[in-house]
C-alpha cells in the first residue's frame, strides 16, 4: 500500500492554470475518488500523480518519497485508463503478462500472477480468447487484470467505466468495490459521474475549475455541503435552490422572505446572519413533503406541475414557484395518479432540511 500526499500542486500550460494550490492526503489503503464536471483538473490531476505530466508547483510524495522527478515506471503504481489499450492480436492471458515478461520475470512466476488476477476478477475462462471476443465489461476487467499482476501499492483509474452502458457500470462498480476490499490497495478514482463517485468512494474530492471545493465522506457531503457547488452536483435530481433576503433572525432560528412572497423560517445560529442579507435555500427533492401528509403549518408553498417523469420505484415531479425561474424538483412514492401537468400541488420544506448560503454560495451554519 502507498499514501498520496500533495502539497501546494498547481500545473499551468503557458498562462491557462488548470490546477491551484492542491492539497490532499490520500491515505494507506483508501479509495478515493475525484468528481468535478469536464474540464475541472481531475484527471489532469491524475495524470501528474501518476508522472505522465509535469508538476508546475508544489511537491507530490507516494509514502515517503518525493515524487516529482521519479519516472512513471519506478512510482509502483499501476494506471487504468478510459481506453481498453489492449493489443488486440494477443490473447487475454499475453496482455496481461506482457508488462511482467518485460521485466525478465520467470514464466512460473508470470503465470502464477495472471492466473491470481484472474481469479479475483473471474475471468480465468477468457484468458485463451482475443479481444475482439470479448464484451466491453470484459475488456474492461482485462486492462484492470493488466495493473493487478504489478501488484502496485497504487491504483489510478481515469474514468475507466465511461464507454460501458449503464447496466455494466452498475456491475462494474460493485466489482471494483469487492476488489478494493480484496487487494486493500490504494486506489484513486476520477469520473465526472458522482453516482459513481457516491458509490465507490471512501472520500470524495470535489473539484472545480482546478480547485478542490470539498473533502469528505460521501454522506457528509451530501448531508453537509460546503457550498452551492457541491450541494447541486452531488445528487439526482440536483438540490433546490430558492432566493430571498433575510427578514428576521433571533435564537438560532431566521426568517427569508423568498422572492416569490412566502416566507421560509431555518434553524441557522442567529450569528451567522443579518436582517437584509440576501441568501438561498436549498432542499434536496426527497426532503421535501406533500402538504397533505403532515400537520406542519410551517414552510408551506403551492407549487405548480410542469411534468412528472416515472422512475418506477419514485416519481420526481418538476413543478414551477412564484418568482423562480429553475424547476422545482419533489420526489414522491410511484403512484402519483392524483397529479398531472399544470394542477397545484401543496408542498411543505421541514426546516431542519433547509440548507442556507450566503450570496458567495458559502453554506451557513454548517
Known sequence: MAEVRLQQISKSYGNNQV???IDLHVRNGEFM?????SGCGKST?????????DISTGELYIGDALANDIPPAKRGLAMVFQSYALY??????????????LSNMSKQDIDA??????GILQMTHLLQRKPRDLSGGQRQRVA??????????????DEPLSNLDASLRVQMRIE?????RELAATMIYVTHDQVEAMTLGQRIAVFNG??????????????????RFVAGFLGSPKMNFLQGKVSRCADNQATVSLVGGAQLEVNIPSSALTEGQEVSIGIRAEHVVPAAQTPDRNNQLTACISFIEHLGDAAIVYATLPGEENLFAIKLPADTSDLFPGADLRIQLPVGRCHVFDANGVALGR
Do not use: C, W
Not at 484492470?144 to 483509474?157: E, N, Q, S, T
Not at 471494483?176 to 478494493?180: E, Q
Open 176 to 180: 471494483l468495490s469487492k476488489l478494493h
Open 210 to 227: 482546478g480547485k478542490i471545493e470539498q473533502i469528505g465522506a460521501p454522506l457528509e457531503l451530501y448531508d453537509r455541503p460546503a457550498n
Open 144 to 157: 484492470i487484470g493488466r495493473a493487478i499482476v504489478r501488484k502496485p501499492g497504487l491504483f489510478l483509474f
Open 113 to 118: 500472477a495472471v492466473q491470481h488476477a484472474a
Open 19 to 21: 490546477l491551484q494550490d
Open 88 to 101: 488486440p492480436h494477443m490473447t487475454v492471458y499475453d496482455n496481461m503478462a506482457f508488462s511482467l515478461s
Open 33 to 37: 475518488v475525484f468528481v468535478g464536471p
Open 45 to 53: 490531476l491524475l495524470r501528474m500523480i501518476a508522472g505522465l505530466e
